[in-house]
């Protein structure tokens, strides 16, 4: 391989090429998150049961759906919630299954059962790790039409936003829907005999649209429908109960809108905030990017009656954590370079080892994209990792064929030797290290799908960096590799030889004492586990990202209105901190819009402009937060 290297060297750079090409190809394509996506094999079904109460919904369909789906294969647990009007069951599988499999095999199970006809169709959703809002839209109306406000949010902005490319939901928070209420008199229902049961009777017989076939020419089809419901409350209220009796007659009719059961509130205005989500897998940058362009298409849509506001712009801390990193990789390959300068001291053998650098890392980009990965946190921390194992097999390579030059050996002849005494050990090097980061990539449990990118990444990354090395490496050595002493050699020789004296100093009476030697470092080692337990333990660390959140539950059973009553307090702590640039308030925000739970989200200002870290905020109101005035409520900051 190294041989037909070395000797066809366009061969080789075009082979190169190929991979910096597609590589940097895929490096402008691939998705951007912050982190990897994960799909945990989790599958909810919800069902509305408008009307029931939670022990009804208990009974006619958790219980039902419950009993449907506990067959299936390859169920870890089983959790059901039962709320008026809703039903929610949870499963989750064991983590070897496939998320698309068991979200088939739940439908499949849903789609046998048989539930009343007033109960809706049960839905299936898989649950995401990355299934989060990427951006949120905040809408306020100035001249405070409600009605107005949900119409436009729902039938008109919500449409807009679910066109983008890459939205997989928009989820609407204060969201009330329209609701046309009967108010029935019952001295009147007396007076003209009419019994409740009737009067539902006529309304629904009366107020429904069906289909009637088709009308077939010898050139069109029309489909025919019978349009008997009600275009308006007007005629609603018009419906014929009886004779000579109609709906107005003995019920007032109102055009209104449903019980709120979630809230949204910024700056102390009630409003609905649009929860942009994403498909999973899609380029989040991308979405959120979208989403800005549509805005002013948005606001004219919206007219000058309401005022638009977009929040939590989760591209923010995507690119500043993916920059950071981006730095890290750049400065630890510059920092690399410099050392291998230092100590080979010899610039031809320096420019040729960094080649080894970007090349891999390029290449690397079009085998990680290949395998489906995206690009994220921690793929570029696993690249991050890898320019040392990059750099270190050029270098084992250069200062062999170096030293065969200085043997007397032509370019050519001390390349070809130099890389076949070492060409097996670079193997077993490069084999070792895949033997210890593949099998991270099939770690069982959460970590092990967590690390599952940034494993591949690093085995994709030597497999690139061990064909550099034995073929790229060789090719440019052969040609342009000078092995002659530079002035900077000598002039640094003496420091190097100063090292050298020190190291065999040191090393010297570790050798003469072996046995003490070997106790002090078991000691040693024994001692620094003790010290581990002293080491916090996070899954993620924790980082200045410039926001927070505050998670507050109340007991089960409390009201929107007394819910807003209890987090107004602390809500208004979080506003009145400097720090703080905007704080948001979500009741019910929970698929189940449970109104007990509630959510503040606080974007602070950024770093450079506080004095306070945002750890020591996270601190400051988990402090205040655990004072007995909040001892009614579970309030959690993270």
């Known amino acids: 391989m190294y041989k037909l290297a070395i000797n066809r060297p366009i061969t080789t750079l075009m082979g190169v090429m190929v991979f910096i090409v597609f590589g940097l190809i895929s490096f402008k394509t691939m998705p951007v998150n912050l982190f ?53 069951v949870t499963i989750q599988f064991e983590l070897s299954r496939d998320i698309v499999e068991c979200a088939n095999d739940v439908r499949d199970k849903i789609g046998a059962v048989s539930l009343n006809s007033e109960i809706e169709k049960p839905i299936v959703k898989k649950f995401s790790a990355s299934a989060g809002s990427v951006i949120n839209l905040f809408i306020t109306s100035k001249n405070g039409d409600t009605k107005s406000l949900m119409k436009l949010a729902d039938e008109k902005i919500k449409p807009q936003l679910q066109r983008v490319q890459g939205v997989g939901e928009v989820n609407i ?47 069109h089809e029309f489909i025919i429908k019978t349009a008997g419901d009600s275009s308006s409350v007007d005629e609603l209220k018009n419906i014929k109960i009886k004779s000579g009796v109609m709906l107005k007659d003995i019920a007032d009719v109102r055009d209104d809108l449903s019980d709120a059961k979630t809230l949204a509130l910024l700056d102390g205005k009630e409003g609905v905030m649009l929860e942009i989500k994403k498909i999973s897998g899609e380029n989040a940058l991308n979405i959120i990017s979208h989403v800005k362009e549509l805005m002013p298409k948005i606001e004219s849509i919206a007219g000058k009656s309401y005022e638009l506001r977009l929040l939590q712009d989760q591209s923010e801390k995507i690119m500043l954590n993916i920059n950071r990193v981006k730095f890290d990789l750049i400065y630890g390959a510059c920092l690399a370079i410099l050392i291998v300068f230092l100590f080979l001291r010899n610039l031809s053998a320096t420019i040729i080892s960094a080649f080894a650098i970007p090349t891999s890392i390029i290449g690397t980009f079009a085998i990680i994209d290949w395998l489906g990965y995206d690009l994220n946190r921690l793929s570029l921390i696993g690249l991050t990792l890898a320019i040392g194992i990059f750099i270190d097999d050029a270098i084992v390579v250069i200062e062999n064929i170096a030293k065969k030059m200085e043997a007397g050996l032509d370019n050519f002849e001390a390349t070809f030797e130099g890389v076949k005494e070492i060409a097996f050990s670079v193997l ?30 690093v085995a994709s990354g030597i497999i690139i960096s061990y064909f550099v090395v034995i073929m790229f490496i060789p090719t440019l050595s052969a040609r342009f590799l000078v ?107 929970t698929t189940a819009k449970e109104m007990h739970k509630a959510k503040i989200y606080a974007k602070l200002v950024p770093v450079e402009k ?23 409520l579970k309030i959690t900051v993270e």
Do not use: C, W
Request: cysteine-free; charged content about 20%.
């Open 428 to 457: 077993a090097i490069s084999a070792m290290l895949l033997a210890v980061f593949i099998p991270v990539a099939f770690m069982g449990g959460i970590v092990g799908k967590f690390f599952n990118s940034f494993a591949m990444t």
């Open 610 to 632: 506080r004095a306070q870290r945002q750890e020591m905020i996270t601190q400051e109101f988990r402090e205040l937060f655990s004072k007995e005035i909040f001892q009614h």
């Open 173 to 219: 928070i204060g969201f009330r829907d329209r609701e046309v209420r009967v108010f029935i008199d019952p001295f009147l229902l007396n007076k003209y005999n009419i019994s409740a049961t009737e009067l539902e009777q006529a309304i629904s017989t009366q107020n429904v649209r069906l289909g009637s076939g088709k009308l077939i020419s010898t050139s």
């Open 483 to 589: 092995a002659k002493e530079s002035k900077f050699y000598h002039a640094t020789e003496p420091i190097l030889q100063a090292i050298d004296r020190a190291y065999l100093f040191l090393l010297k009476p570790l050798i003469r004492f072996k046995t003490l030697t070997i106790i002090g470092t078991i000691g040693l080692l024994f001692f620094s586990t003790t010290l581990l337990k002293n080491v916090g333990m996070e899954f993620v660390p924790m980082e200045d990202n410039s926001e927070l959140q505050i998670i507050i539950k109340a007991p089960i059973g409390t009201s929107l209105e007394s819910m807003k009553k209890m987090v107004e307090p602390i809500l208004k702590e979080v506003e009145s901190r400097e720090f703080v640039e905007y704080a948001v308030l979500s009741i019910g925000y």
């Open 36 to 88: 990897p996506n994960v799909d945990f094999p989790i599958v909810t079904i919800q069902t509305a049961y408008f009307g029931a109460d939670a022990k009804t919904v208990e009974s006619k369909v958790t219980e039902v759906i419950e009993e449907a789906v506990s067959g299936i294969d390859g169920i870890d647990k089983l959790i059901s919630t039962s709320y008026d009007g809703l039903s929610v």
